[in-house]
């Protein structure tokens, strides 16, 4: 009995002791947290540990500023701007921002004011004869820009390429040479000029040049109804194009206007000219990968222009389906996927005579299905169908819907970038 006793004494003892070590393990563990615990304190607030105010404890304020310092800082990048603002907006105001209108010489601004109040049409093409100078053209635009939201200005696009394509005469402006007469420029001399004619747009209310042409001619010029016979590319090879490109779009940005290259893959190798004929609109040469589109790809990487506008050719040799502006192939497929180009894909005029076998409400669904964005519309009567197919496609199609979102996104990003909207 006493062996059994003294066994269990000193069980006890050794268990007591056991739990000794782990409570002065334990105090020294809590003693040094404490003292941790009172150096950040001290740090965070820099005064040794006195209270800040008479109401609020030093503990309390480390509290918070640990519960600010661990709040996400919202996301203020420009593209996460643009994903709120057109989350902001309705389908029917995403649509809008796809399409521009046009103006023409002589007719009242307040034509448009409706679409661009009541149908959210966030930009205005300004074409035909006008002569009435600088000061003329800026009353009108002026005038289409109280029509939009104050944090969604318009887009204010002409057709300024010097020659015989210059929709802007009169007091103001300079007469533009030609492009093929350009290309015979130094391109620091062409870039200086294009500054120029770049303060002038400016000066008029326009922030978008719809040029310059990167088309290269391959056939004989005259037999080239729409760039050749007219003398609107640079006259060069698809380098010499490029580098002359780059130097227009380079001044032009200097004056603060953006601009859009055309007309993409090229309009070198037809013989009809799209706006006036569905004949001879077949190209037949050109390929992927091709000097002459790759001359695109070259003033993308170098130069970054606003927009890509597209032809409305057909290109047999890469897309015999249906024209370039409507070709997933080219726009998704080369056009972003390969040349890395994701800002603004616009059309060329899409009441153009080269599309008159397709019904108006089916031309913007169409760009926008093959990634293109802004719908360019020469003639007035087609915008409200335009608008109207792109609304009832949106409504009733999930998927394009989105797409109709994400080019909205790139119209806004180009608009941000821009200081039209925010």
């Given amino acids: 009995m006493t062996i059994i006793s003294t066994a269990r004494s000193r069980r006890r003892e050794r268990i007591l002791r056991a739990v000794a070590v782990i409570a002065v393990i334990a105090m020294i563990a809590t003693l040094a947290g404490l003292g941790m615990l009172w150096m950040r304190i001290r740090d965070t607030n820099g005064s040794g540990g006195i209270p800040a105010s008479g109401t609020r404890s030093r503990t309390t304020t480390l509290a918070g500023d640990l519960s600010k310092s661990s709040a996400p800082a919202p996301d203020m990048t420009p593209a996460s701007r643009v994903r709120r603002a057109v989350a902001a907006m309705s389908m029917e105001e995403r649509v809008g921002q796809l399409v521009m209108a046009s103006l023409s010489a002589g007719t009242d601004p307040s034509s448009l004011e409706d679409a661009i109040r009541n149908r959210h049409v966030g930009s205005v093409l300004i074409i035909g004869n006008w002569t009435n100078g600088t000061a003329g053209v800026r009353q009108a635009t002026d005038a289409l820009q109280s029509y939009a939201p104050a944090n969604n200005k318009l887009l204010m696009t002409t057709d300024q390429e010097g020659g015989q394509v210059q929709h802007l005469t009169g007091a103001g402006f300079s007469t533009m040479p030609s492009a093929t007469q350009q290309g015979g420029m130094g391109a620091d001399q062409l870039r200086q000029s294009a500054a120029v004619w ?225």
């Fill in 198 to 422: 770049g303060g002038q747009l400016a000066q008029a209310g326009i922030n978008v040049d719809l040029a310059p042409v990167v088309d290269t001619v391959t056939v004989p010029r005259a037999s080239n109804a729409p760039i050749g016979a007219l003398d609107r590319d640079f006259g060069l090879d698809a380098a010499g194009n490029a580098s002359h490109a780059t130097a227009f779009i380079q001044g032009m940005r200097d004056a603060g206007v953006q601009t859009s290259i055309k007309h993409y893959p090229g309009l070198g190798s037809v013989t009809g000219n799209t706006d006036f004929t569905a004949d001879g609109i077949l190209d037949t040469t050109t390929m992927l990968d091709g000097d002459t589109i790759n001359a695109f790809g070259t003033v993308i990487t170098d130069a970054q222009p606003g927009m890509v506008m597209m032809a409305l050719a057909t290109y047999q040799a890469i897309d015999p389906s249906t024209p370039a502006a409507f070709s997933p192939t080219i726009i998704d497929g080369y056009l972003r996927a390969r040349q890395g180009y994701q800002g603004v894909v616009t059309s060329d005029s899409l009441s153009a005579a080269a599309l008159g076998g397709f019904q108006p409400s089916e031309l913007g669904v169409r760009l926008v299905e093959a990634g293109g964005d802004l719908a360019c519309i020469g003639a007035p009567d087609y915008v409200m169908p335009i608008l109207d197919g792109l609304n009832a496609k949106a409504a009733s199609d999930e998927a394009f819907a989105a797409k109709v979102t994400r080019s909205a996104e790139r119209v806004l990003t180009l608009k941000y970038q821009m200081g039209l909207a925010g």
